[in-house]
């Protein structure tokens, strides 16, 4: 019995907290395989298996998935990657040098990232009826605009991270190769940005995921279904009077979304853990 | 460091040494080449947004723009300002499209912007006047062909008394010299214009239709593709008494300078205003307008309970899940960490909305497996518990996370010692483990307060903001502040922008203060400037 006082209330409450993670994404996909495709016909468990709903998915003008697909991902690719750029210039900067104000500076991110973007969205949208007359290729509806604005947001959380991350590489290293007469840039290049790729694998896997989830802006800035994002697009398929049809080509359009993350979640798993938490406890 | 940067290899020793001034680096290729491709980069930028800010003649915006250009070039330029390098990209958009926005909502919140209230007095004055147009007896009428000049859309005009032939845009009327005339009086071309057959006209005649002409006496507008009309305006505006003058009914509007609307004796208001500066009314509106103060004060702490409960209850959690799987074997470890950590990989917008389908009442998965018939969005106890519920099925994947990386980094040296030293297994958490747990993770518990206390997406994509009561429609029993905000600002018929900008503020605020106690009460901040 003393497996039991010892493991026994482990194993109870894992399974507990593992049933409650795991029944909605049990949901959601008996209800992308249920070949009636309805929200009141799905039940937890499988009733069938039929890729039906798949084919609706792709087969319906009206929504036009596979765009929104490309349009999500490619976003939020370059999103992510540039603005992992963007905060791991700021870091090195923090991390490695000296400067008037950057005590300031740090405080300021620190914060900026408790502002969300949103809650400027009147601004954001007078600023970009603006741009939208000037330079169309940027305004509404345009993935360049969006991207932009993203961008604002790219000296944030993540650039806290990577600088908690970036304080624990020895300096001793940048500095053996700048008496060897490298330059600042072929240091940040060549020595340091290839010791802290767990943590920039991290932060842009968590931008990634930020940014395919991103519904208000993108809401409000994409109207033409043909550049809508996955959120807004999807967002209208359970519109008030379709949500019960449409909830099965719903689900596998959730489904499909998430394959790609979860795959590169759980790759990563074991650097998210340590890179969360260098980065919090350093500071 | 002692190194300084080398000298170029042919620059001979020098006896004086301290008279040198800074060695001079070799012009490496690396160094040509990068400085090049910032100059290209940055010039092309240039080149590509200056023409439209010519074009429409924004000095402002052209200024802003040189200046930012010259320091890029500058900085990139310079071998100085080492850091700036590093620091300039991100803070460029850190700048434009988050530090503006703020800025811009903040002088927002000072005026009356919204709905009837964009422009200025002469747009609301001209909008008034030509809105009011219509065709009377025995006003001018002539033969319109639509023509383009310069991509605008222009209309030439020949009067059907007078043969007088003239260009109408939006900003009035012009002669037109060397017109050839068709046989049905209309204008068949002419210098400078490029005229539209009646198919391409007709490709773009909402444009045409909306097209008024100022005119003295009132405003022209097309009738159909090939004729218009000299209309006069009903209402008029005049300079010395600063009111509108309806002529047919005499009614009688005043400007109000502090409204920003010609307003009636009766208290009655022209849809046309314009915006003015209203100073501190749109905040003290809070406080003074009964039916948003008491809302205000209500939203504001359920704000507060939803952030505490949803940082609370996934650290919890979280904190179980890690401590069941922390310090001894569990078998079944991987697969138990892997299922934990779904829900923050699926997609959260597409979860939320599974999440509000499963609470629906007639076809949702939870009443047909409860065997209920819960409207769990109609009550707002029920309601603010299910999103409750759905915050933390999404959360607390992200603290199981963290407090297993934090656990692990916490020397089990500790807890060896306090047992031997005789401690139970509770007082060993909860006098080792757990105060070094929360030095580590606090500074992410604020920041998921702050990020909760602002989560739209939890609220708008399951309830948003239901339940509603009968009698007021803009604040639901589940609405965060920042909900609040974007329906007053964009769904209400309102549009007050001015006003949602003023909570915006409000928001800011509050979050700042509370996220700057939470920060002074731990070591963060000194650690801060490590």
């Not at chain 1, 087969?59 to 905060?87: C, H, K, Q």
């Not at chain 1, 080509?249 to 969360?276: E, H, R």
Request: glycine share 8%; with cysteine; hydrophobic share 50%.
């Amino acid at each position: 019995m003393t497996w039991l006082r010892k493991m026994g209330w482990r194993h109870l409450v894992l399974i507990i907290l593992t049933l409650f993670a795991v029944f909605p994404i049990l949901f959601v996909l008996s209800a992308a395989l249920n070949p009636l495709g309805t929200l009141g016909s799905s039940e937890l468990l499988p009733t069938g298996a039929s890729l039906d709903n798949f084919g609706k998915l792709f087969g319906n003008p009206n929504y036009p998935f596979l765009r929104w697909m490309v349009n999500s991902l490619a976003l939020a690719l370059i999103s992510a990657f540039s603005s992992i750029f963007l905060g791991v210039c700021a870091a090195y900067a923090f991390s490695r040098m000296r400067f008037a104000g950057r005590r300031v500076g740090l405080l300021s991110l620190l914060l900026i990232q408790m502002f969300p973007q949103f809650l400027a969205i009147v601004a954001i949208i007078m600023m970009f009826t603006r741009v939208s007359e000037l330079w169309p290729a940027f305004g509404f509806d345009s993935m360049g605009g969006l991207f932009l604005l993203y961008m604002g947001g790219a000296l944030g959380v993540n650039t806290y991270l990577m600088k908690g991350f970036l304080d624990t590489v020895p300096k001793e290293l940048d500095q053996s190769a700048a008496i060897d007469g490298a330059t600042h840039a072929q240091i940040f290049f060549r020595i340091i940005l290839p010791l802290v790729t767990p943590i920039i694998a991290v932060t842009g896997l968590l931008a990634f995921i930020g940014i395919i989830s991103e519904f208000i802006v993108a809401s409000v800035f994409l109207r033409d279904p043909e550049t809508k994002t996955l959120a807004v697009g999807m967002f209208g398929m359970l519109g008030n009077d379709v949500r019960n049809a449409n909830f099965g080509m719903f689900a596998a359009g959730t489904l499909l979304t998430a394959i790609p993350t979860v795959g590169v979640f759980l790759w990563l798993q074991k650097y998210i853990v340590s890179g969360l938490t260098a980065g919090a406890v350093k500071g | 460091m002692k190194t300084k940067p080398r000298a170029g290899n042919d620059s001979p020793p020098s006896g004086h040494r301290r008279a040198l001034p800074r060695p001079r680096r070799e012009l490496s290729t690396g160094f040509v080449v990068s400085r090049i491709l910032v100059l290209a980069v940055g010039s092309a930028v240039a080149f590509y947004a200056a023409p439209p800010l010519i074009a429409a003649e924004s000095w402002t915006g052209l200024t802003v723009l040189a200046a930012a250009t010259a320091l890029i070039a500058y900085v990139y330029l310079s071998r100085r300002h080492l850091p700036l390098k590093y620091l300039v990209p991100g803070t460029v958009f850190l700048i434009a499209f988050q530090i503006f926005p703020v800025l811009f909502t903040l002088s927002t919140a000072f005026t009356n912007f919204g709905e009837g209230h964009r422009g200025t007095k002469e747009e609301a004055i001209t909008s008034i006047q030509t809105s009011s147009v219509a065709q009377v007896p025995g006003s001018p009428e002539y033969n319109l062909s639509v023509a383009v000049r310069d991509g605008e859309l222009v209309f030439l005009l020949v009067d059907t008394a007078t043969k007088q032939v003239q260009a109408g845009t939006a900003t009035g009327l012009e002669p037109v010299s060397g017109a050839e005339l068709g046989l049905t009086g209309k204008v068949l071309s002419a210098p400078g214009f490029q005229v539209l057959t009646i198919p391409q006209a007709a490709a773009r005649g909402a444009e045409i239709s909306a097209l008024t002409v100022p005119t003295a006496a009132g405003a022209i507008k097309a009738n159909g593709l090939s004729r218009a009309f000299e209309g006069r305006a009903a209402k008029a505006y005049a300079p010395d008494c600063d009111c509108v003058t309806d002529s047919a009914t005499g009614q009688k509007w005043t400007a109000d300078p502090d409204e920003g609307a010609f307003v009636a004796a009766d208290g009655s208001r022209l849809a046309q205003g314009w915006q003015v500066n209203v100073g501190f009314s749109n905040f003290t509106r809070v406080f003074t307008d009964p039916r948003i103060s008491a809302h205000f004060l209500s939203l504001f702490a359920w704000d507060l309970l939803f952030a505490a409960a949803s940082v609370l209850g996934t650290f919890g959690i979280g904190l179980i899940a890690a401590l069941a799987l922390h310090g001894v074997k569990v078998r079944g470890t991987r697969l138990y960490r892997v299922l934990l950590v779904l829900p923050y990989a699926m997609p959260a917008f597409a979860m939320f909305l599974v999440w509000r389908d499963m609470f629906n009442t007639d076809f949702g998965l939870i009443n047909r497996v409860l065997g209920l018939h819960t409207d769990w969005f109609g009550e707002p106890v029920s309601a603010r518990f299910a999103v409750i519920l759905v915050n933390l099925w999404l959360g607390f994947p992200y603290m199981f996370l963290v407090t297993t990386g934090a656990l692990q980094a916490i020397p089990s040296e500790l807890g060896e010692a306090a047992r031997i030293d005789g401690a139970t297994p509770w007082h060993n958490f909860r006098r080792v483990t757990l105060p070094l747990l929360l030095i580590a993770v606090t500074p992410l518990l604020i920041s998921s307060f702050a990020f909760n206390f602002n989560n739209f997406n939890a609220i708008r994509l399951t309830t948003n903001g239901a339940p509603f009561s009968v009698d007021n429609t803009t604040v639901g029993g589940t609405d965060l502040l920042i909900t609040y905000t974007f329906r007053l600002a964009f769904e209400g018929g309102s549009a007050e922008f001015g006003f949602a900008a003023a909570i915006s503020v409000f928001i800011f605020i509050l979050v700042g203060i509370i996220s700057a106690l939470a920060f002074r009460r731990t070591r963060y901040q000194e650690e801060v400037y490590a």
